[in-house]
């Protein structure tokens, strides 16, 4: 592997092997046309926008019922592990 590059690092062998650069004298410069306006960038949305819109409210009704019945379960519980404490005192 003599010609070898790694990066843009050349080695001493790659050096004798280097083809001349294009020059930019042929170069045409001008102005380039206005975009068209169908290639307008796409709006993206908000990121604090909505993303569930519940009109009607029952998600909403669920989620607190879930919660309350959750938080009844371990009022429960808390209940019954302080009974235990109590009942192992006496």
């Known amino acids: 592997m003599p010609h070898r590059f790694v990066g843009r690092a050349r ?8 083809r001349p650069r294009p020059t930019t004298s042929g170069t045409v410069r001008g102005r380039a046309d206005k975009p068209d306006v169908a290639t307008r960038a796409i709006r993206l949305p908000e990121a604090t926008q909505a993303i569930f819109v519940d009109s009607s409210g029952r998600r909403g009704r669920r989620l607190r019922w879930a919660v309350y019945a959750l938080l009844l379960l371990v009022l429960a519980l808390l209940a019954l592990l302080w009974l235990s404490q109590a009942v192992g005192l006496g």
């Open 11 to 18: 080695t001493a062998d790659s050096v004798r092997l280097e």
